[in-house]
Nanobody, 122 residues
Framework: VQLQASGGGLVQAGGSLRLFCAAS????????MGWFRQAPGKEREFVAA???????YYADSVKGRFTISRDNAKNTVYLQMNSLKPEDTAVYYC?????????????????WGQGTQVTVSS
């Protein structure tokens, strides 16, 4: 299984970015996908997840601002990030679990992408 994350960049506070994660190597639609992030000097944290059936889950810190979605025909998961804040600055990683339901703990994800940098300037 391979995951390729992209879409990061530099944006001003209040702006938007859309992250992409393309998956390959197995039947995409069966498995949950998640986004995590890690800021310098901090532990990796959960951002959002989507189950194989499309149920979504968010960290409180991004609820109402971020939206996770998936396109099973394109084997791709998206993270639409609006109203970005400087504290959203981090490397964002996509991951996929071996389950259809969506975990919120990183240890429950089996495969990880390489990460994409998101920097929000104040």
């Amino acid at each position: 299984v391979q995951l390729q994350a992209s879409g990061g960049g530099l944006v001003q506070a209040g702006g938007s970015l859309r992250l992409f994660c393309a998956a390959s190597g197995r039947t995409f639609r069966f498995y949950a996908m998640g986004w995590f992030r890690q800021a310098p000097g901090k532990e990796r944290e959960f951002v959002a997840a989507i189950s194989g059936s499309g149920s979504t889950y968010y960290a409180d810190s991004v609820k109402g601002r971020f939206t996770i979605s998936r396109d099973n025909a394109k084997n791709t998961v998206y993270l639409q990030m609006n109203s970005l804040k400087p504290e959203d600055t981090a490397v964002y990683y996509c991951a996929t679990s071996n389950t259809g339901w969506a975990p919120t703990r990183g240890c429950e994800y089996a495969y990880w992408g390489q990460g994409t940098q998101v920097t929000v300037s104040s």
